[in-house]
């Protein structure tokens, strides 16, 4: 068996006061973007390489998924109510910046908001909500509300498997960081059937070919 791990940086931002939008700071948050410009979100992408495993016409079978970090968000000059939600998410296609964070409405389940992202496609998911509490403001770290997984842990013959960490925020704070992640992968390489095998190759090469972003 086999462990992948992937790691997405701290994200740390700041309110500009003069324009009430959130900033990254750079030399601290080199993996992040902000897919939506003044919108409060941030986002960091990366991608475990199975191509070794691919050339071995070998499929990938996952035996467990997790997420690795330290702390819950900090913030400074946080007031009772500010929130952030978190996404950690790992996929067998590329997924658009739309798709990552309709996620963060309505996971991988049907109905309004929701990403076009399927279960199947879906290797491991995870949202979570962190608020200010009257308790917490004063020494700005926030507190889990709700957490909550998604995910089929589909085998899979992609040769890539997408690892993305979105952060939404919401309020009054004036700064904010969250803090670094590890995603983890645990899984086994098996030779199946040649006809199982290559369908699931079609599939993966299909999905591959939906959202192409090379």
């Not at 939506?36 to 199975?50: E, I, K, R």
């Not at 957490?147 to 842990?153: A, F």
């Not at 992640?181 to 079609?202: D, F, Q, S, T, V």
């Amino acid at each position: 068996m086999k462990t992948l791990a992937k790691e997405h940086s701290i994200l740390a931002f700041t309110r500009n006061p003069g324009t009430g939008n959130y900033d990254l700071t750079e030399s601290a948050s080199s993996m992040w973007t902000q897919p939506y410009p003044n919108a409060g979100v941030f986002q960091s992408s990366t991608y475990f390489d199975l191509a070794g495993l691919s050339m071995d016409e070998k499929t990938l079978f996952f035996k467990g998924a997790l997420v690795q970090e330290v702390l819950n968000p900090s913030t400074t000059n946080s007031a009772p109510g500010d929130s952030m939600g978190i996404i950690d998410l790992m996929s067998t296609r590329p997924l658009s910046n739309d798709e990552v964070f309709f996620f963060l409405v309505n996971g991988n389940l049907s109905g309004p908001g929701s990403s076009t992202l399927t279960y199947h496609e879906t290797v491991y998911g995870r949202i979570r909500q962190y608020v200010t509490t009257v308790d917490t403001a004063t020494w700005g770290s926030m507190s889990l509300l709700s957490s909550n997984q998604l995910g089929s842990m589909n085998p899979t013959a992609s040769d890539r498997i997408y690892s993305y960490r979105l952060v939404s925020v919401a309020g009054a704070l004036s700064a904010g960081q969250v803090y670094g992640c590890r995603h983890i992968l645990a899984a086994e390489a098996k030779e199946e059937a040649e006809y199982e095998y290559l369908m699931r190759l079609k599939r993966s090469y299909e999905l591959q070919q939906s959202h192409d972003e090379d």
